[in-house]
């Protein structure tokens, strides 16, 4: 089955400084992609970053960027330069499989509290 | 612009009471899902829809029903039979394509309370 966890329900950080939120997964598969989405308090839900797994060169979106290790099955958000809009639920997700489309399956989402 | 609309953003429902969701897209988008949201949780799978005139249960499909006659719309209907209907309810659109590389695209949600 394909399973994603995020370890930490929830972290904290102090405005400008770096956080990283982890993320681990199972899948058979071999060439699928990996997302993280953040939810803020307005609770929509928006595409921070995603990753191809066969792109050994790891996604970077601005202050956000990824460390993905392929052969852990991990797939960590770093976010730098934190900012108080940075504030949210941020969910790790990647396709169930073959089989299903393109139909994701999500972590169960780590709480980001930036403080002033 | 594309994009997915949910109506209503409030919902509130009298016990014993059928209510519908909306979910319209314009993303020409085939595949549509809906998620359950419970506070501070992540989000769990209702109803999907590959194909008009299709779906299939998720997870937590018991008191909830579908139904997919335009490829535009996938309306959510809770149903009596759900006993803790309360929580944040989040209508997702894709390409069925596996491996997908643009995800999911989300409505803004509609909050339902048991009054």
């Not at chain 1, 609770?43 to 797994?53: D, G, K, N, W, Y």
């Not at chain 2, 998620?35 to 949780?41: I, W």
Request: aromatic share 12%; with cysteine; glycine share 8%.
């Amino acid at each position: 089955a394909q399973t994603v966890t995020q370890s930490q329900p929830e972290m904290s950080v102090q405005e400008a400084e770096t956080v990283t939120l982890s993320c681990t997964y199972d899948t058979s598969e071999n060439n699928y992609y990996l997302f993280w989405y953040k939810q803020p308090p307005s609770r929509q839900m928006i595409l921070v970053i995603r990753q191809e797994a066969y792109k050994q060169q790891n996604a970077t979106e601005n202050r956000f960027s990824v460390n993905f290790q392929k052969a852990a099955k991990s797939f960590s958000l770093k976010i730098s330069d934190s900012q108080l809009g940075d504030t949210a639920m941020y969910f790790c997700a990647f396709p169930k499989g073959n089989n299903a489309g393109n139909m994701l399956t999500f972590g169960g989402g780590t709480r980001l509290m930036v403080k002033p | 612009d594309g994009g997915i609309t949910q109506s209503p953003k409030y919902l509130f429902r009298k016990e014993g009471q059928n209510v519908t969701l909306s979910c319209e897209q314009n993303l020409n988008h085939d595949a549509m899902y809906w998620y359950r949201q419970d506070p501070g949780q992540g989000l769990r799978l209702i109803y999907y829809s590959q194909i008009v005139n299709d779906f299939q249960k998720g997870d937590i499909a018991e008191g909830y029903s579908v139904s997919r006659e335009k490829k535009e719309s996938f309306p959510l209907t809770v149903t009596s039979a759900q006993k803790n209907p309360t929580a944040f309810y989040l209508c997702a659109s894709s390409t069925p394509r596996y491996p997908g590389g643009d995800g999911y695209t989300f409505g803004s949600g509609t909050r339902l309370t048991v009054v």
